[in-house]
């Protein structure tokens, strides 16, 4: 085609638009008309801001603005954002310090009950903090808990009365439970535990008593009986892949070979990857001629059994001792993964290097890069203690198709494509050693003080970030040389397997309580996403009747397991791949909405990608709407937003999920931009009408760090 048709072509659709838009009623023309103001573009989006939650310091400058940009680049929606107003640190210590009281006070307690009273609590795997945070809690309350409990002596190489912010967050249950074991070396059920007892019993009390018997009936023969409680277990806990792989081996016993390969399928589906130990089953060998069964062991990862297979999180499992979900409270534990998305102050990173962390970050996602993968074997204590983690993982990174260099060296010299690196020194000049992270790499250096800035003796987390990594974590107090304290080399077979930065770290670590976890959790270099197109719904449409939408799949080599629907934030609805799904009108309140569809793969890593439409709905006239006398202003100058709301109501002028003004419809109110803070923001005024709100289309507004421009 040439440039001259191309032109032509172009021509005609804009003809095309003219013409629809000439036929259009004033009020829709007015509500199109918003819409393209508010900035609002064609969105496919590798993320998973649905699924977590941003807590800000609205009284930290630098919190803000680190939160505006995050929420931009990751899409947040408004109800996913929560401010913290104040909280107290212990500024006679070291200034990054909290109590644990005022931590679960006055920061944690007020972002749960947020997250129940929004509804969020089904959807959220991620709570993530902003920067203007305590990095570090004291916890001795919860350390004297536990040793009562466990009737043990204060030993604090084991028992240090310092818990970071993530792992805090991360053990929310258990830290404030009755019986705290937080501190314990494996006490990180989701942790890929290096462990030879791949069928240790993952349940106490009685089931533990049912799966114990379940074995032995096994053993001697006792096949029915060890149907009959093995199939009671799978009921009680289908996502437990150890009592599918019993229940597979009684039935391929009793002659049930296609029950048999069932489970074994579902193992797999499960992240039960040992081929190798099924082979050695001679209860196996009957399935042994089955194609299907060839072809499933096949597709298995074959992971040595030291290692557990890598596994996609979820907040509402129970974790078990075994490192794979049980199905009650009684059998496992919840966690929550969590991140401080970046460090900010002298001795940490700037807000323009935060910023240039996280827009790498997200730009990383789905890149598949190439280059190598770090591990420092030297004479230093803290590198030889993690040594005997580097061959298996090196083994499967190879196996994947990567480089891995095991070097005697503290850090790479003069390598310009460094995926990950495993390191163990107190001090790592890295500008010295003239290499460069790839977008997207984590780097780990087992040292005293990575995560404590006050101990600036030693490198910190920040060092890597700054120097391009995207994800680095580090102790906020001495942790002494025990590795279940530190990540594994595995970290990085799990982030190259697809995994997110946050799922890689918490699967390495079984001891993360001392460890602050620094960077965007949502990163995903090496993940392979899903593409789908949606029909039945155009982006930025009036809609005056119910709709049904459908989604298809654009990429054959991608299948997806299922679709997420979030409606206005919120996770509305899961669907399979092909089935429609239904915009019921009389479910919704008159004026501005956010669908939000949600391809989850199929695969381990279960990678998402997100597109959003926004569509205004308008049956009854209702309706509220904002305007901003400037688009773009500097950080402290005020930002006058006038309201006009149907039937004179008074407006509630909303930035994300707090409320920053009142004002009366006709009228004018100014807003102080440092209440707003640095970055790109959108602002949405909301009334109230027979008991359902109305939002109006958002209202974007840039604030720059100086001067209005």
């Given at each position: 085609m040439t440039c001259i048709e191309k032109e032509k072509i172009h021509a005609s659709r804009i003809m095309k638009i003219y013409f629809i838009f000439r036929m259009m009623s004033c009020g829709t023309k007015l509500i199109l008309f918003l819409l393209l103001a508010a900035g609002f573009t064609d969105r496919q989006l590798q993320a998973e801001g649905e699924n977590l939650v941003l807590v800000v310091n609205s009284s930290s400058a630098d919190s803000l603005a680190v939160a505006n940009h995050y929420i931009q680049l990751r899409s947040v929606p408004p109800s996913n954002v929560i401010y913290i107003d104040s909280f107290k640190i212990l500024p006679d210590l070291d200034g990054e310090s909290a109590h644990v009281k005022y931590f679960e006070s006055q920061v944690l307690n007020p972002v749960l009950e947020a997250i129940d009273k929004r509804g969020l609590r089904p959807q959220i795997q991620y709570i993530v903090y902003s920067a203007g945070f305590p990095t570090r809690v004291t916890c001795q309350p919860q350390i004297g808990k536990y040793l009562k409990a466990t009737d043990q002596k204060y030993d604090i190489h084991f028992h240090a009365p310092w818990v970071s912010l993530t792992s805090a967050t991360f053990f929310h249950e258990n830290i404030f439970s009755d019986a705290p074991d937080f501190v314990e070396l494996d006490a990180n059920r989701y942790a890929t535990h290096r462990t030879n007892d791949l069928f240790q019993n993952p349940f106490i009390n009685d089931s533990g008593t049912e799966y114990d018997l379940g074995v032995a009936a096994l053993k001697n023969n006792d096949y029915a009986t060890g149907i009959t409680k093995f199939e009671q277990l799978v009921a009680a806990n289908p996502k437990q892949p150890i009592v599918r792989f019993f229940l597979a081996k009684a039935f391929a016993s009793t002659g049930q070979l296609e029950k048999g390969t069932e489970q074994l399928r579902l193992c797999k589906e499960l992240g039960w990857s040992y081929p190798n130990v099924i082979l050695a089953d001679a209860a196996f060998a009957p399935l042994k001629s089955d194609p299907e069964f060839k072809i499933l062991l096949?597709?298995?990862?074959?992971?040595?059994?030291?290692?557990?297979?890598?596994?996609?999180?979820?907040?509402?499992?129970?974790?078990?001792?075994?490192?794979?979900?049980?199905?009650?409270?009684?059998?496992?534990?919840?966690?929550?993964?969590?991140?401080?998305?970046?460090?900010?102050?002298?001795?940490?990173?700037?807000?323009?290097?935060?910023?240039?962390?996280?827009?790498?970050?997200?730009?990383?996602?789905?890149?598949?890069?190439?280059?190598?993968?770090?591990?420092?074997?030297?004479?230093?204590?803290?590198?030889?203690?993690?040594?005997?983690?580097?061959?298996?993982?090196?083994?499967?990174?190879?196996?994947?198709?990567?480089?891995?260099?095991?070097?005697?060296?503290?850090?790479?010299?003069?390598?310009?494509?460094?995926?990950?690196?495993?390191?163990?020194?107190?001090?790592?000049?890295?500008?010295?050693?003239?290499?460069?992270?790839?977008?997207?790499?984590?780097?780990?250096?087992?040292?005293?003080?990575?995560?404590?800035?006050?101990?600036?003796?030693?490198?910190?987390?920040?060092?890597?970030?700054?120097?391009?990594?995207?994800?680095?974590?580090?102790?906020?107090?001495?942790?002494?040389?025990?590795?279940?304290?530190?990540?594994?080399?595995d970290l990085h077979v799990h982030y190259a397997k697809g995994f997110s930065l946050a799922e890689a770290f918490y699967q390495s670590v079984p001891c993360p309580y001392q460890l602050l976890i620094v960077g965007d959790p949502l990163c995903r270099p090496f993940a392979q996403f899903p593409s789908f197109e949606i029909a039945g719904l155009q982006d930025r449409t009036v809609v005056k009747s119910n709709v049904e939408i459908q989604f298809t799949n654009t990429d054959s080599d991608t299948p997806i397991d299922h679709f997420e629907i979030f409606v206005d934030g919120l996770l509305s609805e899961q669907i399979d791949d092909g089935t429609p799904f239904l915009i019921d009108?009389?479910?919704?309140?008159?004026?501005?909405?956010?669908?939000?569809?949600?391809?989850?793969?199929?695969?381990?890593?279960?990678?998402?990608?997100?597109?959003?439409?926004?569509?205004?709905?308008?049956?009854?006239?209702?309706?509220?709407?904002?305007?901003?006398?400037?688009?773009?202003?500097?950080?402290?100058?005020?930002?006058?937003?006038?309201?006009?709301?149907?039937?004179?109501?008074?407006?509630?002028?909303?930035?994300?999920?707090?409320?920053?003004?009142?004002?009366?419809?006709?009228?004018?109110?100014?807003?102080?931009?440092?209440?707003?803070?640095?970055?790109?923001?959108?602002?949405?005024g909301v009334i109230q009408v027979s008991g359902k709100e109305i939002s109006s289309v958002p209202v974007s507004i840039n604030i720059l760090p100086g001067s209005d421009e």
């Open positions: 096949d597709e298995m990862d074959s992971n040595p059994t030291s290692i557990r297979s890598s596994r996609s999180f979820n907040s509402g499992e129970f974790w078990a001792n075994n490192g794979w979900p049980n199905g009650s409270a009684e059998q496992g534990q919840r966690y929550v993964l969590s991140t401080m998305l970046t460090v900010t102050g002298p001795k940490a990173s700037s807000l323009d290097q935060a910023f240039k962390q996280l827009e790498n970050s997200a730009q990383a996602d789905g890149s598949k890069p190439k280059g190598t993968f770090f591990f420092a074997d030297h004479g230093d204590i803290r590198s030889k203690i993690r040594k005997d983690t580097f061959k298996a993982a090196a083994d499967q990174l190879v196996k994947m198709g990567f480089k891995v260099d095991i070097s005697k060296s503290t850090a790479p010299k003069n390598q310009k494509d460094i995926l990950g690196a495993t390191l163990g020194s107190p001090v790592v000049d890295w500008k010295s050693t003239n290499s460069k992270f790839v977008p997207g790499a984590l780097c780990d250096n087992f040292t005293s003080y990575g995560g404590w800035w006050a101990k600036a003796s030693q490198t910190q987390v920040s060092d890597f970030l700054n120097a391009g990594a995207a994800g680095a974590s580090g102790t906020v107090y001495e942790p002494y040389t025990i590795p279940p304290k530190f990540p594994g080399a009108l009389s479910k919704l309140s008159e004026g501005y909405h956010d669908l939000r569809a949600v391809a989850v793969a199929d695969s381990p890593a279960a990678a998402r990608t997100s597109q959003q439409l926004e569509f205004f709905v308008r049956t009854k006239g209702d309706n509220v709407k904002l305007v901003a006398d400037k688009k773009t202003i500097g950080l402290g100058l005020p930002i006058t937003i006038e309201a006009i709301a149907s039937g004179n109501q008074s407006v509630k002028i909303m930035h994300n999920s707090r409320v920053i003004a009142d004002v009366k419809s006709g009228a004018s109110v100014e807003v102080d931009s440092k209440l707003i803070g640095q970055g790109h923001a959108k602002l949405y």
